[in-house]
């Protein structure tokens, strides 16, 4: 459970880094200096931060991080539990 936490967050870490990495350049005025070269650093840093972003999104669109989260089970269950002492006043 931990490790998978581990992964995402180490996905997320490192494709924040190459986004930060693409808008450096683009900020940093380096695709006048270097050209062409400064352009596929962009390209590369766009595709490695895609790549690495979609592992934890797909995890948290299908619903598997939710489940890895203890704290997001307990209040689930009370919220249920909740519900459930609800609709047996009613």
């Known amino acids: 459970m931990r490790q998978e936490l581990l992964i995402h967050l180490l996905c997320l870490i490192v494709a924040a880094g190459a986004l930060g990495v693409a808008v450096w350049v683009v900020l940093g005025g380096q695709i006048g200096e270097q050209g062409i070269d400064a352009l596929f650093l962009v390209a590369v840093a766009l595709m490695t931060a895609f790549a690495f972003a ?35 006043r009613s």
Do not use: F, H, V, Y
Request: aromatic share 0%; no cysteine; hydrophobic share 50%.
């Open 54 to 88: 979609a592992i934890p999104a797909t995890a948290a669109r299908k619903g598997a991080l939710r489940d890895l989260l203890p704290r997001r089970k307990a209040a689930a269950k009370e919220t249920s539990a909740a519900a459930a002492q609800m609709q047996e």
